[in-house]
Every structure is written in structure tokens, then in C-alpha cells.
């Protein structure tokens, strides 16, 4: 039989005064049986921190099914009684890397995801959960209940991501020597060539959640990103803010939002801005749900009067889990741009597919997109109207093996062509960042 050593702390040992004068009490034989029911007392009686060692003594066990038990009955005790949810979901996600079928645990980490404000992962593990095909119909209703709760999810809360990305072409310009045009060839100076560098990345969001009746809330969101290099020359960040009501019915979501933005390029202001848009969310199934967003944004370009707009867009999603460790989706999109030059205006159509995949504790990404842009005019300067076909690709690895306080490494690598009849927006680039991020 398989036993754990348990050393009593010295206010638990014979006595309970812990003096020198106390003989050391010898170690505590207890078989796994016996640590836990140790543990669950120690919890029940308020002392996590002699819970949550035997737990964890126990999530050592090489036996499969002990270690699991003790790493989910610690998730709930870190969750439910000591207010640790975002703990509590790496040790989920340790139960998912060796048996990512387990119904149960993929809704309790579900929960934790709503309790963090995750609301788009929360539903991703429902989807999950129910592509399992083990769920009983108590269960089911279950999942009907958590998803029709994540209007209770976290108030308030935020996320941050950096990384080292080193870039074959940061200003996203061509290669060539020379640009034609109606008046002859112009030679390029270096500045306006490609150029490659080793930049921070920079992503950041923080959000505020406060209801607004039983079935609404108001979701205020800031976000930024930047791509900052030594010489600042080609730094590029932007700021959003967004305010606006979300309305739940039943499993399905709106959220209605519109706020100001800014972008700076080269440490200089380049355009600002105000948008809004509307969200619809809708569950096809068990394993399958719709996306569809409808937007509106005018936008002030700082550095060209002519390049001021206002751009119409619109897409349809489907994200559908294929099983409880593998899944994917795809967009389509269209957008219209109404410059105040029509050699900017322009109506951009696409699409974008990708492909998610845990192995082990690596969680691995692959997505693909293209777009194709055609302007209503050509500009005067060059002798051709601007028709682009744009190809990117980008795989991404997130390692949970290697994790402290819910943050793990990331890397991703990501390649772009632009193919444009216009010789200045005709550009390839590859790209890759290696970082720290959530590690769930």
C-alpha cells in the first residue's frame, strides 16, 4: 500500500508549545486515504495552509486518479474559500493536460474563467465540455446554468503581455530600390525601405463590469498595444477606450459599444478616431456558436487630409470545439472605407481560419488569413489604381509546463505578403515573438 509521510508542524506536535523543551515528535505514516481525509478536515476546519500542503502532497501521487482527485479538491478549496480562482485554474488545467476528457473538470474551469472576467474562454470550455459527449443531463443543465451566469463574472480585472519580437520588416514597406510612377522612377531612401529590427511588444486591457439589472451590465474597457524599438523611429502604439451595455437572453449575448482611439507612430500622433459596434452571440448546438459584429469608425488621419474616413464593417464567425482537446473556427469580413480622396477609399473583403490543438501541457495554434483590397481610383502619383492580396499565416505555442503564478512562456511566428499594384504597399515580412502570457 502506498503511503505519504506527513512531518507535524511544532504547534502540532506533542504538547502544542513548540519549546525546546519538547521531545520532536517522530513522523506521521498516513496512507493517501488517511492524507486525505487530513486534508478535508483541515479545510473544513479553516486551516488552508495545512490543507493545501496534503493536497499538494497528494498531487505528487503517481498514481493518476490520486493526484487528480487531490489537485480538484484543492482547485475548489483555492476558488471557493480562499478566493484563489485564477490558482485554482492552473490546477484544473493540470487535470486537463493528462485526462482532457474529464466533463466535470472543464466546467469548473469554465467557472473560474467567468470568475476572472475570461468570458470568451468560459465559453470555449463549455463547448469543450460538451464535445466530450460524457456529459449526464444533470450536467447538461448545468452548463445551461453557468453559461446563462457569466453575466456574474469578475467586475473587474485585466491582463498584460510582453514579449521580445524580432522582425524582418517593421515598417511593413517594400524591397525595392526604386517606385514608379506617372512622372518616371523615384529612387527610395533607406528610411523608406524595409528594415528589420528586435522590438518589446506590448499588449494590455483592463475592464470594469457593473450590472445594470437582472439579465444587463455595463462593460467599460481600455486597451493598448505598442511595438516599441531603440531608435523610436518606427514605434508604433495605440490606446482604445470603449463603453457600452451587454444584455444577456438566456445563452445568447449583445454588447453595444463605442468610445474614442489614438495611434502614434514614430512617437508622433498619426490619426484618432471614435467607433462603435454591436456583438451578436448565439449558441448553434453543444459544441458549435455564431459570432456576428456590425461596426462604424471615423477616423482623423493627423499627417494626410485626404486619408480621413469613415469605415463601415462587418463579419460572421463560428468557433466550433471538434472535440474536447481540439477545435477551431473561421470569419469571413467585409469593409468599406469612404475617404476623402477616392484613391484612399477602397472595399476590403476576407477571410480567416484557424485550428487549435492541446498536446500535453502545450497548447498550439494555427491560423491563416487573406484580404483583398481594391481603391475606387487610382492615386495621381502612380499609374495604376491599388488592388492588394494579402496572405498571413502565424503558429503559435503556449507552454503550461513552464509556469509561475498562472503566467507561462509563449512563441509565435507569423508570415505576411502583401501583393500590391502599387510598388510603395507591396511588402513581405516574417515575424516572431517570444513572451510571457496566461498560462490557462
Not at 486525505?36 to 493545501?52: L, P, T, V
Not at 455595463?218 to 518606427?234: A, E, H, K, N, V
Not at 484618432?272 to 459584429?293: F, I, N
Request: charged residues 25%.
Amino acid at each position: 500500500m502506498l503511503s505519504v509521510v506527513w512531518e507535524p508542524s511544532a504547534q502540532q506536535s506533542a504538547g502544542g508549545s513548540g519549546t525546546s523543551g519538547t521531545p520532536e515528535a517522530a513522523p506521521i505514516q498516513l496512507t493517501a486515504a488517511q492524507l486525505f481525509q487530513f486534508a478535508d478536515a483541515a479545510r473544513d476546519a479553516g486551516d488552508y495552509a495545512a490543507a493545501e500542503a496534503a493536497y499538494r502532497a497528494l498531487a505528487g501521487n503517481p498514481d493518476i486518479e490520486l493526484r487528480t482527485e487531490a489537485r480538484f479538491r484543492l482547485a475548489l478549496m483555492l476558488a471557493d474559500r480562499m478566493q484563489r480562482p485564477r490558482d485554482a485554474a492552473v490546477e484544473l488545467r493540470r487535470i486537463l493536460d493528462e485526462k482532457p476528457d474529464v466533463a466535470r473538470v472543464r466546467l469548473e474551469l469554465a467557472r473560474m474563467d467567468a470568475m476572472l472576467g475570461r468570458l470568451g474562454a468560459a465559453e470555449r470550455e463549455f463547448r469543450a465540455a460538451q464535445a466530450s459527449g460524457q456529459l449526464p443531463p444533470d450536467v447538461e443543465r448545468a452548463v445551461r446554468f453557468y453559461a446563462s451566469a457569466l453575466a456574474a463574472a469578475k467586475p473587474l480585472g485585466g491582463s498584460l503581455e510582453l514579449a521580445l519580437a524580432p522582425d524582418s520588416n517593421i515598417n511593413r514597406a517594400t524591397r525595392a530600390d526604386t517606385l514608379g510612377t506617372v512622372i518616371g522612377d523615384f529612387t527610395l531612401s533607406d528610411d523608406a525601405k524595409a528594415q528589420s529590427g528586435l522590438g518589446l511588444s506590448v499588449r494590455a486591457q483592463g475592464y470594469v463590469r457593473l450590472p445594470i439589472g437582472s439579465k444587463a451590465r455595463m462593460l467599460g474597457r481600455i486597451s493598448g498595444s505598442g511595438d516599441f524599438y531603440r531608435t523610436g523611429q518606427f514605434d508604433d502604439y495605440a490606446l482604445a477606450l470603449q463603453l457600452g451595455p451587454e444584455f444577456q437572453s438566456g445563452a445568447d449575448r449583445v454588447t453595444l459599444s463605442g468610445g474614442p482611439s489614438w495611434r502614434w507612430f514614430g512617437q508622433k500622433a498619426f490619426s484618432r478616431g471614435w467607433g462603435a459596434s454591436a456583438v451578436y452571440q448565439h449558441p448553434m448546438g453543444k459544441r458549435t456558436q455564431l459570432r456576428t459584429e456590425a461596426a462604424l469608425s471615423r477616423l482623423d488621419n493627423q499627417r494626410n487630409d485626404l486619408q480621413d474616413s469613415t469605415i463601415y464593417a462587418g463579419a460572421l464567425g463560428i468557433d466550433r470545439a471538434f472535440s474536447a482537446r481540439f477545435g477551431g473556427g473561421g470569419q469571413i469580413r467585409l469593409s468599406r472605407t469612404a475617404a476623402r480622396d477616392p484613391g484612399w477609399s477602397d472595399w476590403t473583403g476576407g477571410g480567416s481560419a484557424y485550428l487549435f490543438r492541446e498536446i500535453g501541457r502545450t497548447t498550439l495554434v494555427l491560423d491563416g488569413s487573406y484580404a483583398r483590397l481594391e481603391a475606387d481610383e487610382r492615386l495621381f502619383l502612380y499609374p495604376r489604381k491599388r488592388v492588394d492580396d494579402r496572405f498571413a499565416v502565424g503558429l503559435s505555442a503556449t507552454f503550461r509546463a513552464i509556469q509561475w503564478k498562472g503566467i507561462a512562456p509563449f512563441l509565435r511566428l507569423r508570415a505576411e505578403r502583401n501583393r500590391s499594384t502599387v510598388g510603395i504597399f507591396d511588402f513581405s515580412r516574417r515575424a516572431a515573438e517570444v513572451g510571457l502570457t496566461s498560462a490557462f
